[in-house]
């Protein structure tokens, strides 16, 4: 079980922190010889850092719901993911079982984050050409090791959003994207496991704690201007594990 917490943990902080859950969870895998049911596995607990991103930003959901051009530049975001989602998800799955190439892009996350001060902050509202980008942004993201939050957080800040409306943005807009893959990866697996569903439960129950104040955390990291810091981690982890441990 003890297994388990740990690749929920796992899940709920590197779900919202700009390190890759993904990448996070292939390499964890990785060292904890976890191979069966790997996929269900993944689907599972990202269900719940899909019900902590739905209670911490419930208040900023229902009010896009009520704004017509929120509701359209969520669409225009959703749709372009959508698009490289459904073509490049057949080509992308192998990815998803080598450790050595997920470390390489942690790499590659890592240099994108360190370029965050770079940026000059207009304090400008997102528009349709960031839900463009953030369209992109999600859809390069499926590649483990590549964070989704981190790689949508600093397009939106190079476009000179404001830091608290990029945090905003970035995951409000990423909520129905995420359900559609979950709901596309769950048509094409069987929810049968040979986890008890205590453990299950366990994994879940973490999944979700961690993902809650990894949520929390990330507002205030961004709003302290301390968001690049995330990139050294990746660069180091991403050293220590091609040239330490040679995956």
Same mark, same amino acid.
């Given at each position: 079980?003890?297994?388990?917490?740990?690749?929920?943990?796992?899940?709920?902080?590197?779900?919202?922190?700009?390190?890759?859950?993904?990448?996070?969870?292939?390499?964890?895998?990785?060292?904890?010889?976890?191979?069966?049911?790997?996929?269900? %596995?993944?689907?599972?607990?990202?269900?719940?850092?899909?019900?902590?991103?739905?209670?911490?930003?419930?208040?900023?959901?229902?009010?896009?719901?009520?704004?017509?051009?929120?509701?359209?530049?969520?669409?225009?975001?959703?749709?372009?993911?959508?698009?490289?989602?459904?073509?490049?998800?057949?080509?992308?799955?192998?990815?998803?079982?080598?450790?050595?190439?997920?470390?390489?892009?942690? %790499?590659?996350?890592?240099?994108?984050?360190?370029?965050?001060?770079?940026?000059?902050?207009?304090?400008?509202?997102?528009?349709?050409?960031?839900?463009?980008?953030?369209?992109?942004?999600?859809?390069?993201?499926?590649?483990?090791?590549?964070?989704?939050?981190?790689?949508?957080?600093?397009?939106? %800040?190079?476009?000179?959003?404001?830091?608290?409306?990029?945090?905003?943005?970035?995951?409000?807009?990423?909520?129905?994207?995420?359900?559609?893959?979950?709901?596309?990866?769950?048509?094409?697996?069987?929810?049968?496991?040979?986890?008890?569903?205590?453990?299950?439960?366990?994994?879940?129950?973490?999944?979700?704690?961690?993902?809650?104040?990894?949520?929390?955390?990330?507002?205030?990291?961004?709003?302290?201007?301390?968001?690049?810091?995330?990139?050294?981690?990746?660069?180091?982890?991403?050293?220590?594990?091609?040239?330490?441990?040679?995956?």
């Amino acid at each position: 079980m003890h297994k388990i917490i740990i690749l929920g943990a796992l899940q709920g902080l590197t779900e919202f922190f700009p390190v890759s859950s993904s990448g996070h969870l292939v390499i964890a895998q990785h060292f904890l010889d976890i191979t069966k049911d790997v996929v269900f %596995l993944d689907l599972f607990l990202h269900m719940g850092t899909v019900l902590a991103l739905l209670t911490f930003f419930r208040k900023d959901i229902l009010l896009a719901l009520k704004n017509p051009k929120m509701i359209g530049l969520i669409a225009i975001a959703t749709l372009i993911t959508g698009l490289i989602g459904i073509t490049f998800k057949k080509n992308l799955e192998s990815l998803f079982n080598s450790a050595h190439y997920t470390a390489i892009q942690l %790499l590659i996350n890592g240099v994108i984050l360190l370029a965050v001060p770079l940026f000059k902050d207009r304090n400008r509202e997102p528009g349709t050409s960031d839900s463009v980008v953030i369209g992109i942004a999600q859809g390069i993201s499926i590649i483990p090791g590549i964070s989704r939050s981190g790689l949508t957080i600093s397009s939106l %800040l190079a476009m000179g959003i404001k830091k608290e409306e990029a945090f905003r943005f970035s995951f409000i807009a990423s909520i129905p994207a995420i359900i559609g893959a979950f709901l596309l990866e769950a048509k094409d697996i069987a929810f049968s496991s040979s986890y008890n569903p205590i453990t299950l439960s366990a994994g879940l129950a973490a999944s979700y704690l961690f993902g809650m104040l990894a949520l929390f955390s990330l507002g205030k990291i961004i709003h302290n201007k301390k968001f690049h810091l995330f990139g050294y981690y990746c660069v180091l982890l991403a050293i220590i594990l091609l040239f330490f441990f040679k995956i």
